[in-house]
């Protein structure tokens, strides 16, 4: 019988490994074909076509983990130390160069585990709503017909779309377990743009609609753990702090405040208790006071925003997008009327005839977050010297060669000649426009990581020029080329950099925080707000410590 019985048990052992092993390849082994070849085609991914399903199938596998378990092992050392810098994890100089010290310090703190990474894939409905914004939520629910009960509220609005994320999908014919674009159908081209901003994703470029969708969809993963992660993170702050604050308020209360706080709340107090066991009365109880008569307002509160971290996040996120957002009106302040049109011109948005500066500077802020349309003259002027000479070599007519190889000529003259060139492949299109583009998407790519490098002082300054940027006197090179960078950054993508996003997101997520801590605090117990004015200023001392804490 015990043999029997250790068999059972090993047999039963032996289940559960091949059902985890099952399990764990369940999300796109129940994949319709067409979103495995989604999923390949997001992650760009070649496949062969036509293919059958076990080959597209086994080519998913063969890629999972890289982009799905593990996606920091492709990251750079610069998109490693971000990372590890929000998580708040301090790398040596030392460490900083070495990527795969970097990678292993990432690891060991990476958002969730293989297992959830894998499960996480077959309920996909469960969390890919979460960052969308309240407005995007009821454009989805609108365009779909989804009824919402009044008052139409986020949490609301997300557990109806969520609710009827498979019966919108049946409808349209499509398969739900990797969405297709129809869960964007509402989404306007400057909505998904503006999502991969906020989310500190650089939008493809050149772009298409469906190439953003495909940015979006592929990213949604990693912006709803990040999302989890700082909401979880503000939490704990807010927790924390308003721990700090109720001792510091209980600390103030006198002996006839604490003795009708501990009677609203059925607090027993031993017979001739002093001033310091009843405040020790106080805390001992505290989880029984904060969920209870007197504080139950603010302890109801506390638990909606503890609950519903998500929503803090969302806030949060939307004030790092509006904090973006003025960072490159700022930036716009400044453009000269030639960077303002081609800021446009990139991005197809017809400039009314006569416009006046200000008239163009509001029409740049209006499309901040349009993607530019694909590339274009504007794209050269951000090529080195010897990239632009390349370029007029290969596709320039005799004039523009003629300039390439001209004795001492300028880096400008350079780009003007570029620019006509470009221009009139253009108009010509065929094979000299398809050999244009496929240089600079080259060139482009090339000098992603290294632009501004090689330029000289006077060339970063002629181009911090044309747009309009005073250069403060006494500049460093390496002080130019950042400068240069982030207009550079400005003009192609809209907003602010990617991790420059994510770093304000941060920010203003701990700024909100407090101002929820300080909200909870006003509607305390009735006790703390009959104190005399002297125990306020002690409350108040406390709170501005433990805001300098935080």
Same mark, same amino acid.
């Given at each position: ?331 716009? %302040? !400044? *453009?000269? &009327?030639?960077? =303002?049109?081609? #800021?446009?011109?990139?991005? +197809?948005?017809?400039? $009314?005839?006569? /416009? @006046? ?95 501004? %490098? !090689? *330029?000289? &002082?006077?060339? =970063?300054?002629? #181009?911090?020029?044309?747009? +309009?940027?005073?250069? $403060?006197?006494? /500049? @460093? ?74």
């Amino acid at each position: 019988m015990r043999i029997l019985k250790a068999l059972l048990s090993v047999a039963l052992v032996a289940d559960v490994a091949l059902g985890s092993t099952w399990f764990s390849k369940a999300a796109y082994n129940k994949w319709h074909e067409t979103e495995l070849e989604r999923w390949l085609s997001d992650h760009d991914i070649p496949y062969p076509t036509p293919a059958d399903r076990k080959d597209l199938q086994k080519l998913v596998e063969k890629n999972w983990n890289s982009y799905v378990v593990t996606p920091y092992n492709s990251w750079d050392a610069d998109q490693l130390s971000a990372y590890l810098k929000l998580k708040g994890i301090e790398t040596k100089k030392s460490a900083e160069k070495n990527k795969d010290s970097l990678v292993s310090q990432v690891q060991s703190s990476w958002y969730e585990t293989e297992d959830k990474a894998q499960s996480a894939w077959i309920t996909v409905k469960d969390w890919i709503l979460d960052t969308w914004t309240e407005s995007q939520l009821k454009a989805f629910c609108d365009h779909h017909g989804i009824p919402v009960p009044q008052p139409r509220k986020r949490d609301t609005l997300l557990h109806k779309a969520r609710e009827s994320y498979d019966t919108v999908a049946e409808k349209a014919g499509e398969a739900a377990a990797y969405p297709g674009n129809w869960l964007y159908e509402s989404w306007t081209e400057s909505d998904l743009k503006e999502w991969l901003d906020t989310h500190g994703f650089p939008a493809p470029q050149p772009t298409t609609r469906d190439k953003l969708i495909a940015s979006v969809r592929r990213n949604s993963r990693l912006a709803y753990l990040k999302m989890q992660d700082e909401a979880a993170s503000s939490t704990a702050s807010a927790q924390a702090a308003y721990k700090t604050l109720t001792d510091k308020l209980i600390d103030a209360w006198a002996e006839s405040d604490l003795k009708e706080f501990c009677d609203k709340n059925g607090i027993n107090v031993p017979h001739g208790s002093k001033v310091n066991e009843l405040r020790a009365l106080v805390r001992k109880h505290r989880a029984q006071i904060l969920g209870d008569t007197v504080s139950a307002s603010a302890a109801s509160a506390y638990g909606a925003a503890t609950s519903n971290a998500g929503n803090q996040y969302a806030k949060a996120s939307d004030s790092a997008s509006l904090a973006a957002q003025d960072a490159f009106n700022k930036a716009v %302040d !400044t *453009w000269s &009327e030639s960077r =303002l049109k081609g #800021y446009l011109d990139a991005r +197809g948005i017809p400039v $009314p005839h006569a /416009s @006046k500066t200000d008239e163009l500077r509001a029409l740049v802020r209006k499309n901040a977050h349009k993607a530019a349309t694909g590339f274009n003259a504007w794209t050269l002027d951000d090529l080195s010297y010897d990239h632009l000479k390349k370029y007029l070599e290969a596709n320039g007519n005799a004039a523009a060669k003629k300039t390439a190889n001209k004795a001492g000529a300028t880096r400008d003259e350079l780009v003007k000649a570029a620019q006509s060139a470009y221009a009139s492949a253009s108009k010509t299109g065929g094979t000299q426009y398809a050999s244009a583009t496929d240089y600079l998407a080259s060139a482009t790519q090339a000098a992603k990581d290294s632009i501004f %490098d !090689t *330029w000289s &002082e006077s060339e =970063l300054k002629a #181009y911090l020029d044309s747009y +309009g940027v005073p250069v $403060p006197q006494g /500049s @460093k090179i390496d002080e130019l080329r950042a400068y240069a960078r982030k207009q550079s950054t400005y003009f192609r993508y809209g907003t602010s950099s990617p991790t420059g996003t994510l770093f304000a997101k941060l920010s203003e997520g701990v700024a909100g925080t407090w101002e929820w801590v300080k909200d909870q605090l006003s509607i305390g117990a009735d006790a703390a707000k009959k104190k005399s004015q002297e125990a306020a200023d002690k409350a108040k001392e406390a709170a501005d410590k433990a805001k300098n804490e935080l």
